[in-house]
């Protein structure tokens, strides 16, 4: 089992920056691949980003792209979501998730096995 915490969500003008933290507890999380979703409003859960367990792979949305940069501390036992350049259209819930195929990225929300509860991103105009 693992347990997931976000935090870092907050309230930022269009253009500003956030960096959310991802804190996991109950496993190492080298057994991982590390993704990020968001869900806005009315709107399906979306991939974000990821990154395999030594940190060398990763992948991004297309919007997300060149913006947002995700990160991880195997050490501290912590992944990170570094947003720059931010969007209203960024506003929205993020999870943080642990995918056990840590060799791989995969972008679907059914392939991760653990789940935290959320922070809200919202971006004023």
């Known amino acids: 089992q693992v347990q997931l915490v976000e935090s870092g969500g907050g309230l930022v003008q269009a253009g500003g920056s956030l960096r959310l933290s991802c804190a996991a507890s109950g496993r190492t999380l080298t057994r991982y691949t590390m993704g990020w979703f968001r869900q806005a409003p009315g709107k399906e859960r979306e991939f974000v980003a990821a990154i395999v367990w030594s940190g060398a792979s990763t992948s991004y949305a297309d919007s997300v792209k060149g913006r947002f940069t995700i990160s991880r501390d195997n050490a501290k036992n912590s992944v990170y979501l570094q947003m720059n350049s931010l969007k209203p259209e960024d506003t929205a819930l993020y999870y943080c998730?642990?995918?056990?195929?840590?060799?791989?990225?995969?972008?679907?929300?059914?392939?991760?096995?653990?789940w935290g509860s959320g922070t809200q991103v919202t971006v004023s105009s």
């Open positions: 998730a642990a995918d056990g195929a840590r060799w791989e990225i995969r972008t679907g929300e059914y392939e991760y096995d653990y």
